[in-house]
């Protein structure tokens, strides 16, 4: 964690700034490697100091007492800041203001009135852009744990059960193989339900011939997974199977593409391309990926607006989708990091046609 401390110093130095206070989960978690909720952390050019309440003050000692002075508070945690650096000679503090809430905001301008709040906009997010090998390993564990859940659910799937079932399986698998949890509410969409991009599971039932989109993951060490199979059951219909080839063929090649020196644009452009050539312009309305990593939603966004270049290191997900209304939808996704030339694709579970 000295290094990342370091990291963030930097900036500090770059914005002019005496110190920076961190109060959002995940820049916590990345900073200290302390993923429980009650965290605020201060860091200046020479102290670091992290806050908890009694339930986490063993905990943390433990888990980032090396590098950080551990403080417990009994009230409010700024306050209790403020007493601790008033000699510190500290007028400038950044804050996360693309994370802060308005009201969180006030509550820290009243509780800090001597000093000035400066915006750090995304300076601390981006310190998580590009992934750290030991990062890469855990999310890689996380992305294996989702894999295994596919190959489980494959032996589970078969008409009259609900998606609820599929789902509570999928979930079920991932906690009892080494998940904390889910990296969000799974998606499962069968049959017509397939063309809703974010269709959560229903009590709606298999029947034979239906497409199954299922979207899940896990959250390992405190990194997400994240992953799309489209399955079928029985005997599809052609139009289903094309429409299949076609997203198979968009998520190969854009996939193959990712590498160091293109921009989300870029890469997003060429998934689109062959879905609106094949005539679905209009029914793959959202991005090609985002980043993942502790969050299972980051920078860098494959998409229309996504103008980071991307770099080595940065983990995405590339997950095109056409989606034709009252009638049914595919999507494939898979994890892959950034390479000079071809990406490591993460994710093993085949993506070619299968059919229950």
Partial sequence: MNKR???????????????????SRPNTLYLSGFPGSASTIFISHKRAIFLTDFRYIEFSKERCGNDYEVMLYEKKPLIFLMEQIKNDGIKKIGFEDEIVSYSSYMTISEQLPKIELIRMKDSITKLRLVKEDSEIVIIQKAVDIADQAFTHILKYIKVGISEIDIAAEIEHFMRKNGAEKQSFDSIVASGKRSSLPHGHASEKIIESGDGITMDFGAIYNGYCSDMTRTVFVGKPEQKILDIYATVFEAQT???????????????????????????YEGMFGHGLGHGVGIEVHEEPRLSTSGNIVLENGMVVTIEPGIYVPNYGGVRIEDMAVVNDDLPKVLTSSSKELIIL
Avoid: W
């Fill in 5 to 23: 401390i370091n990291k963030l110093r930097k900036v500090l130095i770059d914005k002019d700034l005496d110190g920076v206070l961190i109060t």
């Fill in 253 to 279: 090649i854009a996939e193959a593409a990712v590498h160091r020196g293109k921009t989300g644009v870029e890469i997003d452009k060429i998934a689109r391309d062959i879905i609106y050539e094949a005539g």
